[in-house]
T-cell receptor
Framework: LAKITQPISMDSYEGQEVNITCSHN???????ITWYQQFPSQGPRFIIQ???TKVTNEVASLFIPADRKSSTLSLPRVSLSDTAVYYC??????????FGQGTTLQVKP | DTAVSQTPKYLVTQMGNDKSIKCEQN?????MYWYKQDSKKFLKIMFS???????INETVPNRFSPKSPDKAHLNLHINSLELGDSAVYFC?????????????????FGPGTRLTVL
């Protein structure tokens, strides 16, 4: 099974750009990389998904290098409401879904 | 309107009991999932199911079984509950459609059911 690794926690200040990197060795050719956000007492919520290079939507960007063994979620100009746990999700070679352990982002004023 | 709903929100029970958690989605999705989130916030998929195929994570004990009365519902039955089953259980759904098979279509999660086994 693929091993997904991401930092346990990160701190930032309002207005800063935050980059969270996920390591996913053994990623399969057909696998996509997805990021989810989770607030306390809620279910995870989809943020962004990509396969390679760069994807951008209204809330985040996702950077994936050519070897696809890692990915970086970029949150521009974070606010206090971005304080949450961020999960990286990838499939392994058997087609199962594997979540990283989550990165707790604390945004300070 | 709630897209993915779960009942109950909280469930407290004794070891050895049998319990069920219900899940309903009104998104018209064809695939539903059950996840377990432990006390360390680690999310693990337990099942994925559409009307054609049930995929079971082999690490899930056979005391856990999904039941789907129709496309909009996927209930989770748990027999002989153990202390280690205490966790938050999330239901989710996605639309796999006619695309090349992928588990990576956006999943919509329910609010979770916090199960406490005493």
């Amino acid at each position: 099974l693929a091993k997904i690794t991401q930092p346990i926690s990160m701190d930032s200040y309002e207005g800063q750009e935050v980059n969270i990197t996920c390591s996913h060795n053994n990623i399969a050719t057909n696998d996509y990389i997805t990021w989810y956000q989770q607030f306390p007492s809620q279910g995870p919520r989809f943020i962004i998904q990509g396969y390679k290079t760069k994807v951008t939507n209204e809330v985040a960007s996702l950077f994936i290098p050519a070897d696809r063994k890692s990915s970086t979620l970029s949150l521009p100009r974070v606010s206090l409401s971005d304080t949450a746990v961020y999960y990286c999700l990838v499939g392994d070679r058997t087609g199962k879904l594997i979540f990283g352990q989550g990165t707790t982002l604390q945004v300070k004023p | 309107d709630t897209a993915v709903s779960q009942t109950p929100k909280y469930l407290v029970t004794q070891m050895g009991n049998d319990k069920s958690i219900k899940c309903e989605q009104n998104l018209g999705h064809d695939t539903m999932y059950w996840y377990k989130q432990d006390s360390k916030k680690f999310l693990k998929i337990m099942f994925s199911y559409n009307n054609k195929e049930l995929i079971i994570n082999e690490t899930v004990p056979n005391r856990f079984s999904p039941k789907s009365p129709d496309k909009a519902h996927l209930n989770l039955h748990i027999n002989s509950l153990e202390l280690g089953d205490s966790a938050v259980y999330f239901c989710a759904s996605s639309d796999q459609g006619n695309r090349f098979r992928s588990h990576y279509n956006e999943q919509f999660f329910g609010p979770g059911t916090r199960l406490t086994v005493l």
